[in-house]
């Protein structure tokens, strides 16, 4: 079964440091998703991301924050600056289309546990 | 107001026995999702079942059932036979037509199977 990769599966930085998080999507898919879990915490929404720019962010992904497909195939979260509390786990999702309210082809990445230190 | 709301930080069943966990949700849209995901202590989320808006009966996938209410906005997940594999937290999740098909998740149930 098709999977959604990220890469690594944890990291630790130096908080003030630059971290990029790094997600393989399905290949088919056409819409990208960042979330994020402070530990213990309920998971919440960063961004979106489709044809190439982002169609929604919350509140919680600021000017820190970017995120880029550089080639076609990999999408990538960047933090620029990183602070204690951006320690959390991050989850890439990606879906196929436009597939309504459906679950039909939403699949989340393992996660990558940041840590900042 | 809280999109989902999951009122049972922690339950513990007895192995083979089932367990119902509690989902309400807030939306005015019409159309809209439920889901459940498990999340293992290893971190990842793991889809469990879905339940659409304009669905009448209720989602079973395997020992997962899903109690939907619609008039009571509430989405309860129902555990048979409990597994010891089955001790993870289980998130409850929405996503509405209106805002664009972002997940909004619950706090979580922490649940444990006794032996």
């Known amino acids: 079964e098709p999977e959604v990769t990220q890469t690594p599966s944890h990291q630790v930085t130096q908080m003030g440091q630059e971290v990029i998080l790094r997600c393989v999507p399905i290949s088919n898919h056409l819409y990208f998703y960042w979330y994020r879990q402070i530990l213990g915490q309920k998971v919440e929404f960063l961004v979106s991301f489709y044809n190439n720019e982002i169609s929604e962010k919350s509140e919680i992904f600021d000017d820190q924050f970017s995120v880029e497909r550089p080639d076609g195939s990999n999408f990538t979260l960047k933090i620029r600056s990183t602070k204690l509390e951006d320690s959390a786990m991050y989850f890439c999702?990606?879906?196929?289309?436009?597939?309504?309210?459906?679950?039909?082809?939403?699949?989340f990445g393992s996660g990558t546990r940041l840590t900042v230190v | 107001a809280q999109k989902i709301t999951q009122t049972q930080p922690g339950m513990f069943v007895q192995e083979k026995e089932a367990v119902t966990l509690d989902c309400t949700y807030d939306?005015?849209?019409?159309?809209?999702?439920l889901f459940w995901y498990k999340q293992p202590s290893s971190g990842e989320m793991i889809f469990l079942i879905y339940?659409?808006?304009?669905?009448?009966q209720n989602a079973t996938e395997g020992r997962y059932s899903l109690n939907f209410q619609k008039a009571r906005k509430s989405a309860n997940l129902v555990i048979s036979a409990s597994q010891l594999g089955d001790s993870a937290m289980y998130f409850c999740?929405?996503?509405?037509?209106?805002?664009?098909?972002?997940?909004?998740f619950g706090t979580g149930t922490s649940l444990t199977v006794i032996p």
């Open positions: 939306t005015s849209d019409q159309s809209y999702g």
């Open positions: 999702a990606s879906r196929e289309g436009f597939t309504g309210i459906t679950n039909y082809g939403y699949t």
């Open positions: 999740a929405m996503r509405e037509r209106s805002t664009g098909n972002q997940f909004y």
């Open positions: 339940q659409g808006s304009y669905d009448e």
